[in-house]
T-cell receptor
Framework: GEDVEQSLFLSVREGDSSVINCTYTDSSSTYLYWYKQEPGAGLQLLTYIFSNMDMKQDQRLTVLLNKKDKHLSLRIADTQTGDSAIYFC??????????FGKGTRLSVIA | EPEVTQTPSHQVTQMGQEVILRCVPISNHLYFYWYRQILGQKVEFLVSFYNNEISEKSEIFDDQFSVERPDGSNFTLKIRSTKLEDSAMYFCATEEPNTGELFFGEGSRLTVL
């Protein structure tokens, strides 16, 4: 079945760039998503990318997609303490429900 | 900006009790979902709902669970007889019909004692 893998933890210094990586299994996924979850809060959609794109940039966020390797990454430029959260990668294979990874906990050190 | 709203934000219940979690979808959305997240674990799909019936459900969604949209506005998840392992954050999501984007509510935290 579908599976989404992410590293569990990432720690960066304030002002540095963060890169959160994700691998997925279903090549038919048309959308790939990044969600942010702050402590005790819900899931906030950060950005998504169509599978026919290689890159998408949105202010401090850059999403890179390598379809051949089924690898997705989220780069956060100039990381701030407010970026500390859990980041979930998710794929949506066709018309089936969204499949989430376990989430990467990003800690930003001041 | 339209949003998905969920109530209650937190519910504490005794094992064996029935619980109903409510969600108000975004008005033009047609597909609705429930997901759950046990503390520290991944977000798991429970069920999807379209045109007043279940379109897909996971293995987690057993006979203790049910969903309905009784009044055309609230989309509810009922757990008939709660177990300790039902303690989790339950997220409702609704799907934008043109892009397929999912909008999540802020979640209902269920604690079963």
């Amino acid at each position: 079945g579908e599976d989404v893998e992410q590293s569990l933890f990432l720690s960066v210094r304030e002002g540095d760039s963060s890169v959160i990586n994700c691998t997925y299994t279903d090549s038919s996924s048309t959308y790939l998503y990044w969600y942010k979850q702050e402590p005790g809060a819900g899931l906030q959609l950060l950005t998504y990318i169509f599978s026919n794109m290689d890159m998408k940039q949105d202010q401090r966020l850059t999403v890179l997609l390598n379809k051949k390797d089924k690898h997705l990454s989220l780069r956060i430029a100039d990381t701030q303490t407010g970026d500390s959260a859990i980041y979930f990668c998710a794929e949506k294979p066709g018309n089936t429900p969204l499949v989430f990874g376990k989430g990467t906990r990003l800690s930003v050190i001041a | 900006e339209p949003e998905v709203t969920q109530t209650p934000s937190h519910q504490v219940t005794q094992m064996g009790q029935e619980v109903i979690l409510r969600c108000v979808p975004i008005s033009n959305h047609l597909y609705f979902y429930w997901y759950r997240q046990i503390l520290g674990q991944k977000v798991e799909f429970l069920v999807s709902f379209y045109n007043n019936e279940i379109s897909e459900k996971s293995e987690i969604f057993d006979d203790q669970f049910s969903v309905e949209r009784p009044d055309g506005s609230n989309f509810t998840l009922k757990i008939r007889s709660t177990k300790l392992e039902d303690s989790a954050m339950y997220f409702c999501a609704t799907e934008e019909p043109n892009t397929g984007e999912l909008f999540f509510g802020e979640g209902s935290r269920l604690t079963v004692l």
